[in-house]
């Protein structure tokens, strides 16, 4: 049997579309570009891996989203990257990014000390020059534990049922963002019950290690296979969470046991339901009062391969009085933990250029953007606050209770060169 | 008329046989001319599956040719392992094969001296997830691929070294013979049009097909049954084994990994012309159906080409046999036509397999040697014991492997990005060739050209590095224009599905962005 993957190598026209619009291969020679890398390369693997150019693919899934012939450019290019071979330190430093929530489960119990330490120039030299994790890149704080107390603790309100997931970084760094998304839906009628604090496993996956993304995605299959059964959609409001749920567990890890292809089936962007809501009329768009703030929105790469539009954007437009400008860039670099390693911190920056400077050239109050990783770097960047659209919604009802500690926003800024 | 040659030994053909009793010859310390009207491999040999025959595709139906197989599998590893990628294969039976012939096919490869070790179809699976699921039994044999341009490049580079030289591109007209011995023979240069003498003690007629018709002129029967076989090559690899239907030989019933591609075949249809190579497109249908058998998947996989080679088989005088082309020996005949037609110093030696070319230029040269009179010399076999060959094999990442040691900046470029093929890799050959190299020795020797897009990018860009060695721009044009003739006629009966979209774009850039200079040339 032939893998659905490799099988769809057979598209490509060699046509190049693909490395036009690669933003990793725009700015470095250091990777030779989705097509070399991808179908092309793909042809020669077997055995051992012999090529470590593929390592340079940030796995924005730029190529994978352009290529008019559907060759799974990106999917290919995450596998080979898993096969390279590794140094024990290498390996030691991916697992430290890529195992996303034991690393959050034990800082997250001292956040204090572990934001010092990691707020610490010090530190992030050793850090950088040990672990190989960039001295500057953006590493988010660790939310104080009585924030992430006050989420989990947070009743699910009346209405219609949904599960809201909301894996690492509501967890651990931004448990205000889950208060604002069920709150937000509670004022529609949802009643969002709170999902287990659990990593999606795409860390994992584009760090290398596939068995442990396989056992994240597995179990929480399992923990929400009950809802699932009963056809309560799931939520989630981090871009790479319902990435990993809708497809690559299936497209990258092979997945494909019942659980979760249905839990795929049951997974939205909380953006693409919250829209949904509103073309079914459902959505209360008169409680929506008007923010009169200059607000730059840009969909993430790994939004954009949801392929439902820009869901977000639309939801924005409602919100009377905000004037939003829309990115025309692609991607901000980052690409999840990518732009944290230390051989791949100058070219993410490199990447994300464009946007930081179309930023700056637009003046915007804020920045919103879906995925929190690539928030943590545009605002790293930047210097513009930035943040999850929702939490412009949650403004905008004028609800309150959850409220965004500022003093991370400053301090993301002060870790600029 | 050039100047008049001679050596020991002419052989005409340059066929895996001819250059198989060139390189035998040179080995044994003759003086030896190759004359070939085309290039290296020009013939059957640039045209056959691939494979490296295990033997077990005749253990029941040829066991002579069983045996000469698995012996001369092993004696090729060790001459030319860099032709070789030592993938090994598997036999397998799908539900509602004859179960009787996977149960006999142990014993029948023990007693032809074969190979085989029966798996499970379970471990089969693993040993190759791309098999079909269903098999009801599977045995393991050393097959391996063969890359031919790459075996005959070898062979008579060393034949070359020693001494031998090699003429491409010369035919041979007609022969001079003195009463009834043959003096050697009258060749044509076909880029000049001269002709050319040569005399030797002894011709060697190893024009596979056509060596029915070369005896002609030399006045000896030789009785060439030529038999068409179809292969249709996929775009990239379905399987890393070889797969071979283990069933009584028939259409289709090997898939073989050759380099990046999987090619299956083949057919079995007597032609009248050895020239002949046409290719039906219910041929083609047939193939990729038989290959969706082995390999569930490949019926809608996407086809790179068709071709089509023709079988030498050899029928002796006064042989039995209706003609059905299946049942006649894929053995090789040795024919001394001063025994069997009565003319002196010409032999022909033709039949066989690629597999078995060192054993037929071993014994064509046995026979030379005894015609001119020399003592007897060891063959190869026997010079192996002394100096074992450590093998190495090529492997499908390799051309991966050098790609990646040169990336990054601008050290190099790749022209050819299907193969891999780097400009330091292009420049070299033209380099070394002086100029004096088209887009078709580029694609032979490094495989440009060959990969999905079939040329459409590379073949501007290496016409480009020939033309700035070269210095002549309107050769390297036609040179062009001849290579995207030929590259279509190899496309026609597959031109579906992903392939034609390939070929729209390719035709486009030729038509358009990228068409040569001067008045447009028609592509077929
Ligand atoms: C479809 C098919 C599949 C095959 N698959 C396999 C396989 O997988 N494994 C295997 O081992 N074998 C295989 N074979 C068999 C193998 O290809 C042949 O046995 C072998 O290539 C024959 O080589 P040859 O040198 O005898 O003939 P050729 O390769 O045909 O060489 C003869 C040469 O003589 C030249 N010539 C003709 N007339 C003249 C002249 N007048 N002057 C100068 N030169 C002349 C021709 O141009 C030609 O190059 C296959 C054959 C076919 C048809």
Redesign the interface.
Known sequence: MRDEVVASTDGCVKCTICEQACPVAAVTDLFPGPKYVGPQAERFRHGDSVDRSVEYCSGCGACSVVCPQGVAVAELNIRARAQIPRSRRETLRNLALGDTESVARLAGLVPGVANALLGNRAVRRVAQWLAGVHRLAPLPAFAPRRSVRSFWTKSPGEGVPVVYFPGCSTSWYEPWLGEMVVAVLERNGISAQIAAGRCCGLPAQSNGFFGLAARRVARIAKELGAPVAKGTPVLASSTSCALMLMSEAKDVLGIESDPVLRLAEATWDVSEFLLDLHRQGRLDQKGLSPISRRVYYHPPCQQRRHLSGRPALELLALIPGVEIIESTQYCCGIAGTYGLKAEKYEVAMEVGRGLFSEIADSSPEVVACDSETCRWQITHASGVPSVHPVELLYESYGLSGARRPLRQDAKRKSARR | MTQALSADVLVIGGGSTGVGVAWEATRRGLSVILAERSNLAGGTSGRFHGLLHSGGRYVVSDPRSASECAAENKALRSIAPQAIEDTGGLFVSLEGDDPAYAEGFPLACERAGVEAVAMSPAEARSAE??VN?GIQAAFWVPDASVDVWRLLGILSAQAAEGGAKILEHHEVVSFEQEGQRVLGARLKDSATGETRWVSAQVVVNATGAWSGRVAAMAGCEVEILASRGVMVAF????S?LAINRCIRPSDGDIVVPIR?VSVIGTTDVAVADPDDTTVAPEEVAAMVAAADQL????G???TLRAWAGVRPLYRPPGGAGSGATRTVSRAHALVDHATQDGVEAFVTITGGKLTTLRLMAEEAVDLVVAKIGLPATPAFVEALEEKPARPAYF???????H??SV????RDA?VC??E?VLRSDVVALVAAARGRIGIGDLRRSLRVGM???QG??CSYRCAGLIAEAAQAAEAVTEDLVEFWKERFKGTATVSF??QA??EI?DRWLYASPLAPPGEPVALP
């Open positions: 997830p791309a699921p775009a990239d690899r379905l890393h990046t390999i569930p998947g490949a809608s996989a996407r492997r499908l990442p390799d051309a991966l492997a790609r990646e990336w990054g900046g601008d790749v990005e299907c891999g990969g999905p897009c459409g990018f599905g992903a979209r390939q774009l």
